[in-house]
Nanobody, 121 residues
Framework: QVQLVESGGGLVQPGGSLRLSCVAS????????MGWYRQAPGKERELVAV???????NYADSVKGRFTISRDNRKNTVYLQMNSLKPEDTAVYYC???????????????WGQGTQITVSS
């Protein structure tokens, strides 16, 4: 099994910045793509950003130019640097990883428990 634990959420004023971290642990053989999703009240969960094992990234249009995803493969950690935050960024942010555990023949998706980001003055 793989466990994903997020940290770095909280309350921030519009225009402010936050950095999320997500550490993967467990019997990991390899981690493929890692990403961040978010879910606002009354809305569906949506992709924010994703990064593959080679470092290629993809972003939702709504966060391009403001958010940056990165990863440290040695630490099994993915980050999300969020700048110029807006009230519409308020949501629960979830870390997701596609990983293969030791002894498994295929990879599976794993999710963190989520961390609340509130952007408000």
């Amino acid at each position: 099994q793989v466990q994903l634990v997020e940290s770095g959420g909280g309350l921030v004023q519009p225009g402010g910045s936050l950095r999320l971290s997500c550490v993967a642990s467990g019997s990991i053989f390899m981690i493929n793509a890692m990403g961040w999703y978010r879910q606002a009240p009354g809305k569906e969960r949506e992709l924010v950003a994703v990064i593959n094992s080679g470092g290629s990234t993809n972003y939702a249009d709504s966060v391009k130019g403001r958010f940056t995803i990165s990863r440290d493969n040695r630490k099994n950690t993915v980050y999300l640097q969020m700048n110029s935050l807006k009230p519409e960024d308020t949501a629960v942010y979830y870390c997701q990883g596609n990983a293969r555990v030791a002894g498994a023949f295929a990879s599976s998706d794993y999710w963190g428990q989520g961390t609340q980001i509130t952007v408000s003055s």
